[in-house]
């Protein structure tokens, strides 16, 4: 297909896509002409992977490009394209103090230690974990700390099936898409399961005699209880 039928079918346009042959985050097509060029279903596959790292993850164009390198090693291996596309997904938090931040490192490298995990305390999730429990520490929120155990469990079994339901080893650049989206929708679907635990909690702790009904009052319950 020729680039202005790529555009239509990609729904991206045609200068967009210029653009990203320039960058270097798309193949170049096959030359037919020293003016024309021709691009098959690999193209398209690629600009869907691109407008997933850019418009649904919200990666910069350079961010998303790292991801992309990681697809196109030829030593790439699923670990090493799943690690670059989580840590351009991964948001960052300010922080209080950098005493804070520095023993909420260290809180993080001991978990990291203490559960056994294969990853690096100074990589970006972990930082990121880091800032969150700085910040919580400095508004009062230190029970979430001295709970990060059973969090830290829970997330195990979480990422056990994330994994398994997203590898293809095949096809990586499949693999990255489901990543990018699964978590993203991922997040927002767990953050919606914690809320109704947390209401079935409430309701099981304060003795609540059955399900909330539908309607205003199940949703009272449940924002009621979103702060436990």
């Not at 003016?35 to 790292?53: K, M, P, T, V």
């Not at 989580?86 to 809180?107: F, I, K, M, N, W």
Request: proline fraction near 5%.
């Amino acid at each position: 297909m020729r680039i202005g039928e790529l555009s239509e079918r990609a729904d991206v346009p045609v200068p967009t896509i210029k653009y990203y042959l320039r960058e270097g985050l798309l193949p170049p097509g096959r030359r037919t002409s020293p003016n024309q060029a021709r691009y098959d279903d690999s193209h398209l596959g690629r600009l869907r992977l691109i407008r997933a790292l850019t418009q649904v993850g919200g990666l910069p164009v350079a961010d998303a490009k790292i991801v992309l390198d990681a697809v196109d090693d030829p030593g790439r291996t699923p670990h090493k394209v799943l690690g670059a596309a989580q840590r351009g997904l991964t948001a960052t938090y300010a922080v209080g103090s950098e005493e804070d931040l520095a023993r909420a490192r260290r809180v993080v490298a001991d978990l990291i230690e203490r559960r056994g995990w294969r990853v690096s305390p100074a990589g970006v999730p972990a930082h990121a974990l880091a800032a969150v429990l700085a910040t919580m520490r400095e508004t009062g929120l230190e029970a979430f700390e001295r709970r990060l155990d059973e969090y830290a469990e829970a997330s195990e079994r979480i990422a056990a099936a994330d994994v398994a339901g997203t590898v293809d080893e095949s096809d990586l650049e499949a693999t990255v898409m489901r990543v990018v989206l699964g978590t993203l929708l991922g997040d927002a679907a767990l953050a919606a399961l914690r809320r109704l635990a947390q209401a079935d909690a409430s309701a099981r702790h304060y003795g609540h005699g059955g399900p909330a009904p539908a309607g205003d009052g199940g949703d009272d319950e449940a924002g009621a209880s979103g702060g436990c």
